[in-house]
């Protein structure tokens, strides 16, 4: 059931809610050459399909073509807990110029010029995608390099970690930046992007106005069409063509766009039903990537178990907030304030169970118990009180995976830093405040006379909603991309 946009002014007496506010822009950052980030999305899209997948032969074939590597012993103790069950996996973009990539120029070294960290729900609830600029300066941890010996700890841009020590060394330092335990790694090259494309028969892009840059092998009209091979890399890796402002967080959003439009076709019911084009694709991508010997066939087996179910409208993609960088302005930083809270609700989801009764205590020693509310017959408003952008909503996508019938979701006009959380109850709602109560302890219903009959009003204050044993819900982060989104809808 649809639930209005804007909140019922009439009920609030004009003065005490309006409709959510826009995520501020993305602030704009220099970048000094390309980045090839969209060759990312094989990994996602691997896994997505993975989860239709059940003969063992098959999963033989596909196992034996993936080459693998330990980490193991370079990784240290000093590791972040693991508190659920979910999994987080460590993708990585290699600029290496070795092999079929030596048609690509001449590059000293090897760098990951992209870096996500792939977060996959538990039972296939949702997954994320979090990109991580390679121009932000980070606290590189020591690692062992690769070539034998230490690296000391210091400052430097994230992507000289794998040039300092291998993905073990960009393992360690994502962990000790988000304080999230990685679960496995993926490293995907450029020639190998090309054959992924292919095995898809094509992504879908638009672009806003024709592209025309020879340098980068790319020749586009304007709008709405498909691209393959060198179309597509050069689609993910120019910085020429007029399409963004140029800088290194445009071309991530334009990047994360075209991974959004591989997790929709690979996981486009035709797709999955074709046996020989599942093959094809997940035959491109495993002879394409390289992955920590852990990630062995029964994990991806089981895995794949976790995802079955999963759809495009399930996965983001976001851009791990960064500021500027006042020693350089050819570089950025992580801002702490707003990436905090986003790690954290990462670092704790889990499964999500079934509300707690209400306890015996609250109703009074004689008083008769009375029948519960179902959360499916509470009717709640959700109405953000802070500063926060998107609170409200993802706390009302909260409420609706516990089963709770979110009607409204709006802002407070007169928002606060310490604005507390609050439940309101309309006319004949008290007990379905007391079951919204119960999912939500600490926060005793109030009456609003003035309120709608029936209706249970949540208002969101600085403390959160948090419900115990819930997902805490990640956060928005401004210019984030969903996978089911149409690809004209930000051209």
């Not at 071309?251 to 486009?268: L, N």
Request: proline fraction near 9%; glycine fraction near 10%.
């Amino acid at each position: 059931m649809q639930r209005s946009a804007a909140p019922d002014r009439g009920q609030f007496r004009g003065a005490y809610f309006n409709g959510d506010a826009p995520p501020p822009p993305e602030p704009p950052v220099r970048g000094r050459r390309w980045r090839v980030l969209g060759w990312l999305s094989i990994a996602l899209s691997v896994l997505m399909v993975l989860g239709s997948l059940g003969a063992y032969g098959f999963w033989r074939r596909i196992d034996g073509q993936i080459a693998r590597e330990n980490v193991d012993g370079k990784l240290g103790d000093d590791r972040p807990a693991k508190l659920n069950n979910s999994m987080n996996i460590l993708v990585m973009g290699s600029d290496s110029r070795a092999g079929e990539n030596a048609r690509y120029g001449v590059e000293e070294g090897q760098r990951s010029d992209t870096t996500i960290l792939l977060h996959l729900s538990p039972g296939g609830e949702g997954a994320i995608g979090m990109s991580f600029p390679r121009d932000s300066m980070v606290r590189l941890p020591s690692c062992q390099k690769s070539g034998g010996g230490t690296a000391p700890g210091r400052l430097d841009m994230i992507n000289s970690a794998y040039a300092q020590g291998g993905p073990a060394c960009t393992w360690k330092t994502i962990e000790s930046i988000t304080n999230i335990r990685i679960d496995h790694y993926v490293e995907v090259d450029m020639a190998g992007f090309k054959r992924v494309v292919d095995a898809l028969d094509g992504v879908e892009i638009c672009v806003p106005k024709p592209v025309n840059d020879p340098k980068a092998e790319l020749h586009l009209r304007k709008g709405r069409q498909v691209v393959r091979g060198d179309q597509a890399l050069g689609y993910v890796r120019t910085r020429t063509g007029g399409l963004g402002d140029g800088s290194d967080l445009s071309r991530i959003q334009r990047q994360q766009a075209f991974m959004a439009s591989v997790v929709k076709k690979a996981t486009d019911r035709g797709m999955l039903t074709d046996p020989g084009k599942t093959y094809a694709f997940l035959s491109a991508v495993a002879s394409s990537i390289k992955a920590d010997d852990r990630l062995t066939l029964s994990a991806m087996q089981k895995l794949a178990g976790g995802l079955r179910g999963m759809s495009a409208g399930k996965v983001r993609f976001v851009t791990v907030p960064v500021q500027a960088y006042p020693p350089d302005p050819n570089r950025v930083q992580i801002n702490q304030v707003l990436a905090a809270p986003l790690f954290e609700a990462i670092r704790k989801d889990n499964t999500v169970p079934e509300p707690a009764p209400v306890p015996a205590q609250q109703r009074g020693p004689n008083a008769p118990k009375p029948p519960p509310v179902p959360p499916a017959q509470v009717q709640v408003a959700v109405y953000n009180a802070t500063r926060t952008d998107g609170l409200g909503q993802r706390t009302a996508e909260q409420l609706e995976e516990k089963g709770f019938k979110v009607v409204k979701v709006g802002t407070r006009k007169q928002v606060s830093a310490d604005a507390k959380t609050e439940i309101l109850f309309g006319p004949g709602a008290q007990r379905h405040a007391a079951a919204l109560a119960a999912a939500m302890p600490g926060h005793p219903p109030k009456l609003f006379p003035s309120g709608k009959p029936g209706q249970v009003y949540l208002i969101v204050g600085k403390e959160g909603a948090d419900m115990p044993g819930a997902a805490k819900p990640v956060p928005k982060v401004a210019g984030e991309i969903r996978a089911d989104q149409d690809v004209c809808a930000r051209t």
